[in-house]
Nanobody, 115 residues
Framework: QAQLVESGGGLVQAGGSLRLSCAAS????????VTWYRQAPGKEREFVAS???????DYTDSVKGRFTISRENPKNTVYLQMNSLKPEDTAVYYC?????????WGQGTQVTVSS
């Protein structure tokens, strides 16, 4: 069964960095768009960043210049490098793939940024 697994979350002080990973089984990241979303308490899930099969990237405005999405094909893993973290980045972060009418989500990884 296809599966996405996120890791790398944790507690960090404002200004710090974290690198999230999303690993996949039975889903090839190299031929799919992979998207990171996040959901803060009491808020709707929101788009954070995406990377296409052609490695075109996109970011929500609030993370531009601070977050970088990348892919490592041999490991079939997508990363989200998060620098200069702010308390408002606190959320559960999820990776997502949509293809041919199917959709997969990971279980999420908690990121908490203290002020």
């Amino acid at each position: 069964q296809a599966q996405l697994v996120e890791s790398g979350g944790g507690l960090v002080q404002a200004g710090g960095s974290l690198r999230l990973s999303c690993a996949a089984s039975l889903i090839r990241f190299s031929i799919n768009t992979v998207t990171w979303y996040r959901q803060a308490p009491g808020k709707e899930r929101e788009f954070v960043a995406s990377i296409t099969r052609f490695e075109t990237t996109d970011y929500t405005d609030s993370v531009k210049g601070r977050f970088t999405i990348s892919r490592e094909n041999p490991k079939n893993t997508v990363y989200l490098q998060m620098n200069s973290l702010k308390p408002e980045d606190t959320a559960v972060y999820y990776c997502n793939v949509r293809r041919n009418g199917n959709e997969w989500w990971g279980q999420g990884t908690q990121v908490t940024v203290s002020s």
